[in-house]
């Protein structure tokens, strides 16, 4: 028979929830129990996060960093060189006017 053991890990805090299956060992005749890991458990809404329990950067668990950097990269990679150059254009000729406003405040 299967049941879900939540499990709190002392050094971070973090409870887990594992999937528990019991079985008879036969050579120490005594019942034991095999464990699966579930996911993370929310604190606010007590709801099972799946996760691979390894806090990889990489796993298919983890929501992907949307930082700006990140936003800018997903952005261009789907543009053609002709494009980009005309981007690196652009953003020369931004670089320049922001220059010349930061040299020339009393301009603005």
Known sequence: MASIVKHTDKRSGITYAYESVSYWDKETKMPR?????IGRVDP???EILPTDGRCRKNSPYQKPDESPQAQILARLKGMKVSEL???IV???LELGEAKKQIENPENQ
């Open 33 to 37: 129990c095999r464990r699966k890991l």
């Open 44 to 46: 606010q809404t007590g």
């Open 90 to 92: 652009r953003l020369e």
């Open 85 to 87: 150059k005309k981007e």
